[in-house]
C-alpha cells in the first residue's frame, strides 16, 4: 500500500488564505462584474447558454462545437464569423465556439509580458474578447485559461463582460502547470474567488470542466473519473454555490465507454453538460483515416444524444488535428461532415444495445461514488478540512491522479495490477501507453536488449506542458530496457529539469514537449545546463515547432533544424532514441567511459 497522503505533505503551510474572505470577494465582486450583451444571447433570446441548451435538448436538435483561437485577434475573429456563416449558408449551425486562449493568458495581463508563449490565443484586454465574441452569433465558451489559473479573476471578469456564459477550466486546476510559476496557493486563491464571482451572478453561468484536461486522461479506472466529476459537484455546487458542467471526450476511444461516460454523467450531474470532445488521441497523420476516425466517436455521441439528450454540443474534430492547428476551412469541412452524419445517423437507435451500455454507466456511478467517498473520507482523516474549498482544492492537485487513484481508487486491490487495484472499467490510454512502450524495446534484439541493460544507463525524462503521454510512453520503453528513470517532472520548467537530472545523475536527457514552445525551451534548458557545468546530451521529440517572435506569422513553424543546430537529437519516434542508446550503451560497454556525445549533426 503506498504511504499517506498526510496533511503534512499535501499542506505544509502554516497558514492558507482564508476561503470565506476569497467568496465573500467573489461575491463582492458580482455587483460590478456582470453578463454583458452578445450576438448569441440576444439572437436566440436567452440570458445564458444553459437556457439555449435546455430548449434544444427539450427539442432533441443535436448542438455542434468548434475549438478556435489563433495566434491573432483578427484571424479568430475571421474564423468566429466565416465558420458561422459558412455552415449556415450550407442550412448548418454551428452553437458554439471553444476559444482556445495561449497559455500565457494564465498569468494576470500584467505579468504577461515575458513569459513563455504557446500557440493560442491573446486578448489583450476586456474589448478584445468582447470583439471576438461579437463577431457572430455563436455561444462563447472560455475553456481554457481562464478559471484555474493565477488570471482567473481578471479573465473571468472579461469573459462574462464578452456575454459568456461557459467559462473553464476546473480540469486544468488540478493539472496545469504555467511555466516559471510556483505559487499554487495564489491560484488557487485565484480559482475560489473566480468560482464565487459567476456563483453570484443573476443568470445561470456554468462552469466548465475538460475531464480529459484534469485528471481523467491519468487515471486507468474510469470510474475514478466519474468520481472526478462527483468531487467537483461537491466543491462547485455545494461548498460555493456554483453550477458545474462537464466536457469529456480527447481520450475515449472504446464506443462502450464512451457512451456509458455520457449516461453516467447524465446520472450525476443536473446541469447541461458543456460539449464532447473529439477523440483525439486516435487521429494520425493521413487525413482519410480520420474521417473513418471522426465518423466512428461521432456516430456514437450522435447516437448518445439522440437517446438520451444531456445538453453537449459535440465537436467534429478537423482531420488535421495530428498535423497542425487546423485551419478555418478545415474546421468548416469537418462540421458539413458531422451535420450530414447526423441527418444520417436516423436508424441507427435501435440497433444499440443500451441495456449493456447501462451496466457499464451504473458501474461508473458506483465506482465514481466510491472514490469520491473514499477519498473525502481519506483527506479528512489526515486533518484537510474538506469542508474548505482552498484546502480542497490544493489537496487534490498536489496528491495528482496517481496517488490519488492509488489510495482510493474503488477497485479492488491487487498488488501485481497497475496502480495496485483491479480497475472497476479499465481506461485504455494510460495501460496502452505501458503496453506500447514495452513492446518498442521488445523490437530490439535480444543482444541490444542486453547491452542496453549492462550498461547500467540513467535516463531524465520530461515534458514541458501538460502534454505527458510522450513522457509515460517513452519511460515505458526505457523502463523495459533497465535504464534508471530519473523523473524531471510534468510541465517542468528548465532549472527544475536540470536539479533533478543532476541530483539523479543522469546521463542523458529526454524531453517530450507539445505546446509550441520546443526552440525557447531548449535554448533555456542549454543554459541551464552550461549554468550548472553539465553537457549532457537530449533527446527531444513531440510537436517540434514554436511561432516565431517577429509577430509576423499567427501559427506555429517546424523548427527541428534549429534543435538540431543547438546540438540536440530530434526524435520523431521513440525508436529513433533507442537506436542511438544502443550504440552509446556498446560502447560504454566497451570502453567503460560515458558514451554520449552531443548531437552534432
Ligand atoms: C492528448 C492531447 C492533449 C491532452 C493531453 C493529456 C495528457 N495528460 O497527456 C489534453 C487534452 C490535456 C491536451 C491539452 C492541450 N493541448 Co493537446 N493534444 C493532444 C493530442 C491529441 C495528442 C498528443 C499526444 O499525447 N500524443 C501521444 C504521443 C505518445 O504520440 P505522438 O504525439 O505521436 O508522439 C510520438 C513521437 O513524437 C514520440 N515522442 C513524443 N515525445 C518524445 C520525446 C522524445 C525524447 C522521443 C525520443 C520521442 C517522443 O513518441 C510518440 C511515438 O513515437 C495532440 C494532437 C495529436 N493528435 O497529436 C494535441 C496537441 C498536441 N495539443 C495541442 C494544444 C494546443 C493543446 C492545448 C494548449 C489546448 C488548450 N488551449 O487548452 C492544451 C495544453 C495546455 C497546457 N497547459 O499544456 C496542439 C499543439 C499545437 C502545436 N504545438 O502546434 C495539438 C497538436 C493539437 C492541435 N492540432 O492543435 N492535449
Redesign the pocket.
Known sequence: MPAPLTRQLLLPEPALPSAPELLAEGRRLAQMAGVGACPFLSTYGVACESEYKRRRAAERSIMLHAQI?YRSLDKSRRAYAGIYARLAAAGYRVDRYGI????SMGYPASRRAGMPR???LILAGPEDFAALTGSAPVAPHF???VIGTLAAVENTTAALAAGATAIG?LG?YF??R?PRWHDDVATTAATVTALALCAAQPVEVLIHS?L??GFA??FTDLACAIGAVLLERYLVEELIGGRVSHCYG??FAEPLTRLATQRALAQVTATPGSMI?GN??I?GEEPLANYANLASYLLVDIVGQQARPTGHALNPVPV???????EIDEIVDAHLFANRLIERAAGYLPLVDFAAVDRTAQRLVEGGMRFRDRVLAGLAAEGVDTRDPVELLLALRRAGARRLEELFGPGEPDAAAFRGRTPVVRATTVAA?EARGAALAGRLSATEQAEVRRAGLAACVT?T??????????EAALRSLGVRLIDGGV?ADPDAVVAAARQGGADLL???????VALSYLRALRAELARAGLDLPI?????L?QVPDDGLASM?IDVSAQLRGLGAFV???????LSELVDAAAERNASGLPCLQENSL
Open positions: 483561437g482556445c486562449l495561449d497559455w504557446g500557440t493560442g475553456g481554457d485559461f477550466n486544468q493539472t496545469f504555467l475538460n480529459d484536461d486522461a491519468l480527447h481520450t470532445y483525439t488521441t487521429y488535421t488535428e495530428a498535423l497542425r492547428i487546423p501507453l515534458c506542458d501538460v502534454h505527458e503521454y510522450g513522457k509515460l510512453l517513452l510541465s529526454a524531453v517530450s514537449t507539445y505546446n509550441g533527446f527531444i521529440g513531440g510537436k515547432n506555429p526524435c520523431t519516434r521513440v525508436e529513433d532514441m
